[in-house]
């Protein structure tokens, strides 16, 4: 008896084989993850792109929760004691840190003063660009052990958002074995480093001798998926637990879903239209803030963003404590009065330009409505959608009349925004002022004067009634176009529990995160 | 014309396209708006650089010479085998491309798979049954292939398999489970491109007297079709392969990013974002070098499949 299979009966193990081999991809890519073990999709990369200064041997130090800095950031946005568990300024150029004692680095050794010493002086103010030196203010041997757990810095001028500045994710303490460049990352963070897979995905594990005591997960995934619509996805198919901002669309089909919970966080962002003020016709405060009476900030979150955001009076956002909302001047749609003003003003009718870059979220929409809403008042707006470097290229020449634009801070100290927006030494506006005299945003004088204060003040008080009334300067002469302030969103598994957002995206923590089942 | 003849004769052509291409992807820098060093520092240092960074930073890459002199190192070097330094960290941008490089041949190659386990089979019984409702169906298939976006495939069946019924993971590397899908999306197209050539190669070749003369010997048909007829059909297959390799390149760039996979297509598309020159420039080069080789191939083989054709000769 002839006992070789039939083709018929070949194909049919085949096909049999090809399905079998389907369930079982499906098997092992979804099984359900252990007790303890989490998966998250930042928007970013995770294990970086390559980059000198974000990646770190392929590890992008921002989500986690493997390195700390001295000192943190509170959801206020002030600075919170961390590695370092005070400081105080001396005179007005030196700050002393005490560091917090029984801290231990992932190789069992304890931090020490030579720890905080070598990290500044042989990595973060030497090893990463010169313009670490002006952000932080310091340069090469300024930073001096005084004891164990006291370390002194000299900054190059009189700063007092030094800690606030230093509280940021890439200002980190690590032992002299640690190699950032070979991912020989020696965190004191409630991570530890254990793998990395290139442009896929990074896994930390958890750290028993975390000084804060050991997090509750056993090990977190961190993947890629730069696509929102990818990230919405694996969360939807339950192969990741936590992403960060799903597709927009796909935000309300999420809320209807029993299995996936949505969170919203205000965050340092904001987004506005920034105005040249020293060129024709938006020279002429009349024009501008007709362009303010024209705009309804509410109907933008309502309809561009799905009520993702906040309508905003100014230009900062107002998780930030000296952000002024409410003390501002409200330029609410009134289109009677904008066109009035629009009369008065030395306006005649012509293209006024208003630039945007080509990848900025819901870009092209926001200065379409802007178009739109100044044409009821009879202001004509050219829109040009540019790439970044020719819209840098433009508005460095000053050659522009409207910006749509954003600002957002990684650390807490955020005065680097009203100096290098406002004041006319700032980076917008120094170039074009030391040329001709102008600027940009510059209204100079008084508002120069407050800006000055508020960043030079140590106390909060003072501090704030500075900036809050530069600001109320700056919208009184409709300087900007606020839009709102931004909101970020998280979507997670249903189940999960303990994620803890904060205003800078980058400073979630995940120690607490668990199941409810 | 002899293989040696032809050889120096298509090496000599390939040098002149590679040095076009050379030519054009360098300039590449020079043409895009704004400064590239001002945009790279901007980037890197997440704020406007000064003017002594900026400086600095061209005498570094030595953006500070004459493009001709720029042109002439890059082109010393590359001919050493060295495509340069990426901009943004310490990596040579041979090892980028060599570490991305597996990925994207995995894929390539499985869609190469996909596709002509789609194409010749249909494409044979379009041909065989030719007129018929399986010959329109067949049409009607490949116009819709050919027609269709990959990204949107690739979010449709990702809807299906993965959202759906749950069988493939949605996105992702390194398991075969996560090739299964790229794979079908990227080879659809070029499915469907094939089975119009096989159904119309076939049709050419089923009208040939040999296959009266296999049928006369008592041959099954099947053996008629599957073994006469579709080995003579396949030749010029095999050259659209070959030109299929860019189109293949192409989508890998895309799809690549819809399923998160570390190839070359995804790390082209960062280095564009990031301005990232060298790494553009050595991606395209080599991908030029790859699509040059693999057509001399292409070519090199027809004479090993079809004894008659006579390289370099005239198609007549």
């Given at each position: 008896m002839d006992t070789a299979p039939t083709r018929r009966q070949l194909l049919t193990a085949g096909v049999g084989a090809g399905i079998a081999g389907l369930a079982g991809c499906a098997e092992t890519s979804l099984d359900d993850e252990a007790d303890g073990t989490f998966t998250i999709v930042p928007t970013?990369?995770?294990?970086?792109?390559?980059?000198?200064w974000d990646s770190w041997g392929g590890m992008a130090p921002y989500w986690t929760r493997v390195i700390e800095p001295l000192v943190w950031g509170t959801d206020g946005m002030q600075p919170q004691p961390w590695l370092a568990t005070d400081w105080t300024a001396?005179?007005?150029t030196t700050w002393v840190f005490d560091l917090r004692e029984g801290v231990t680095f992932h190789n069992g050794e304890e931090m020490t003063a030579d720890d905080v010493v070598h990290s500044f002086?042989?990595?973060?103010?030497?090893?990463?660009?010169?313009f670490v030196h002006g952000w932080l203010h310091l340069e090469p041997g300024s930073v001096d052990r005084i004891d164990d757990y006291t370390v002194s810095f000299e900054t190059?001028?009189?700063?007092?958002?030094f800690p606030g500045t230093i509280a940021?994710?890439?200002?980190d303490i690590q032992p002299p074995e640690a190699d950032r460049r070979d991912a020989e990352i020696i965190g004191t963070g409630p991570f530890t480093l254990a793998e990395i897979e290139q442009g896929q995905q990074l896994r930390v594990e958890r750290f028993?001798?975390?000084?804060?005591?050991?997090?509750?997960?056993?090990e977190l995934t961190f993947r890629a998926a730069e696509d929102a619509t990818t990230r919405t996805d694996l969360l939807v198919a339950g192969e990741v637990d936590l992403i960060h901002e799903p597709a927009t669309s796909r935000i309300s089909g999420l809320r209807e879903r029993d299995d996936v919970r949505i969170e919203t966080q205000q965050s340092s962002g904001s987004v506005f239209v920034s105005i040249n003020?020293?060129?024709?016709?938006?020279?002429?405060a009349d024009l501008r803030r007709a362009l303010n009476y024209a705009i309804s900030q509410e109907e933008i979150v309502n309809t561009v963003l799905e009520n993702i955001g906040q309508p905003a009076?100014?230009?900062?956002?107002?998780?930030?404590?000296?952000a002024a909302d409410e003390e501002l001047p409200a330029y609410e749609r009134d289109r009677d009065r904008a066109r009035d003003l629009v009369s008065q003003?030395?306006?005649?009718?012509e293209e006024i330009s208003c630039l945007v870059e080509?990848?900025?979220?819901d870009g092209r929409t926001l200065v379409q409505i802007l178009q739109e809403e100044f044409g009821k008042i009879n202001v004509n707006l050219d829109v040009e959608v540019l790439e970044g470097p020719s819209l840098r290229d433009r508005t460095d020449r000053g050659e522009f009349h409207l910006e749509l634009g954003t600002s957002q801070s990684n650390?807490?100290?955020?005065?680097y925004i009203m100096w290098e927006n406002?004041?006319?030494?700032g980076i917008s506006n120094k170039d074009l002022y030391e040329a001709d005299g102008t600027g940009l945003h510059n209204l100079g004088g008084e508002v120069d004067e407050l800006i000055e204060t508020g960043f030079q003040s140590h106390d909060p008080d003072e501090k704030r009634e500075a900036y809050v009334a530069a600001q109320r300067e700056i919208m009184d002469a409709g300087v900007v176009i606020p839009l709102f302030y931004r909101e970020y969103v998280v979507a997670a598994d249903?189940?999960?529990?303990g994620f803890d957002l904060h205003?800078?995206?980058?400073?979630?923590?995940?120690?607490?995160l668990t199941r409810t089942t | 014309m002899d293989t040696a003849s032809y050889l120096v004769h298509r090496f000599g052509t390939s040098l002149v396209v590679l040095t076009g291409v050379s030519i054009i992807t360098y300039g590449l820098l020079f043409l895009t708006p704004g400064d590239p060093a001002e945009v790279i520092l901007s980037q890197q240092l997440d704020r406007q650089p000064s003017e002594a960074e900026i400086e600095a930073f061209r005498a570094e890459q030595g953006m500070d010479e004459p493009v001709p002199l720029q042109y002439g190192d890059w082109l010393t070097d590359v001919l050493r085998g060295d495509l340069g330094t990426s901009y943004y960290s310490d990596a040579s941008v041979t090892g980028l491309i060599l570490d991305a490089l597996p990925l994207t041949l995995e894929l390539a190659a499985a869609s190469v798979v996909v596709a002509l386990a789609l194409a010749i089979p249909t494409g044979v019984l379009s041909a065989v049954h030719r007129g018929t409702a399986i010959d329109r169906a067949s049409q009607l298939g490949a116009l819709i292939g050919v027609s269709m976006p990959n990204f949107w495939l690739g979010y449709l069946l990702i809807l299906v398999f993965?959202?759906?019924?749950?069988?493939?993971?949605v996105a992702g590397a390194g398991s075969y489970s996560q090739l299964v899908l790229p794979a079908i999306t990227l080879g659809t197209g070029m499915a469907a491109v094939l089975t119009r050539l096989v159904r119309s190669s076939m049709l050419e070749v089923l009208d040939e007297g040999y296959l009266d003369t296999a049928r006369s010997k008592g041959l099954r048909e099947r053996i008629v079709i599957y073994k006469h007829a579709l080995r003579n059909a396949l030749v010029p297959v095999v050259t659209i392969l070959g030109v299929q390799l860019g189109a293949l390149l192409n989508g890998a760039v895309v799809i690549e990013i819809v399923f998160q996979r570390p190839g070359l297509g995804m790390l082209l598309v960062d280095a564009v974002f990031e301005r990232n020159y060298p790494v553009v420039q050595g991606i395209t080069l080599f991908t030029a070098v790859a699509f040059v080789v693999t057509n001399l191939l292409v070519d090199l083989s027809y004479r090993y499949l079809d004894p008659r054709v006579e390289l370099g000769g005239d198609p007549a």
């Open positions: 970013a990369d995770p294990t970086g792109t390559g980059d000198d001396t005179d007005d002086e042989e990595d973060i103010l030497t090893d990463r660009g010169d190059t001028e009189p700063f007092p958002g940021h994710n890439m200002i028993e001798d975390y000084w804060g005591g050991a997090p509750e997960p056993t003020i020293h060129r024709e016709p938006t020279d002429d009076r100014g230009p900062l956002s107002t998780v930030i404590d000296w003003s030395s306006y005649d009718g080509n990848d900025m979220d650390s807490p100290a955020a005065d406002f004041h006319t030494m249903a189940e999960l529990e205003p800078i995206d980058k400073f979630a923590q995940w120690g607490e | 993965a959202l759906t019924l749950g069988v493939l993971p």
